[in-house]
């Protein structure tokens, strides 16, 4: 694909209301500042229209997800593994693919995942649903 039609290399889609997935993201975005290979789309963000994905809003939720220019759609530890490579971490990214790191960095991603919204208080009455978030004033 031609370089100048399409400059980024990830599209990311983060949970906006999660505070440790802002952080990141927040990190991301001042690592990709002056490179802009990378499109950050808030999820948690009222405009936010999953049509436009063609992915519901609680699969969005239950793991990052992240869209490459060609359209595909990626999940989990390889979303983090194409921003590290779109900043410029590509030796990090290529030593996460390593038999045993993979495995270890898959099933702690699973981990976080599944306990992410209880892990950043987002639970209420015992119930962890995703529920998108009302309009902001």
Not at 49 to 68: C, N, P, Q, W
Not at 70 to 98: D, M, P, Q
Request: some cysteine.
């Amino acid at each position: 694909m031609d370089q100048h039609m399409n400059p980024w290399e990830i599209e990311v889609f983060y949970d906006g209301a999660c505070p440790l997935c802002v952080r990141e993201m927040r990190f991301m975005m001042r690592m990709d500042r002056s490179k802009g290979r990378i499109r950050f789309t808030d999820i948690a963000d009222e405009r936010f229209d999953e049509s436009a994905v063609g992915v519901s809003y609680a699969t969005l939720m239950d793991k990052i997800h992240g869209r490459l220019p060609t359209g595909e759609i990626i999940v989990g530890v390889e979303v983090f593994r194409k921003l590290y490579e779109a900043i410029g971490w590509r030796r990090i990214a290529a030593a996460s693919r390593l038999p045993g790191l993979s495995h270890a960095l898959d099933l702690g991603y699973r981990i976080f995942a599944k306990y992410r919204l209880r892990m950043t208080g987002r639970c209420k009455d015992g119930s962890c649903a995703a529920v998108r978030m009302p309009e902001r004033a």
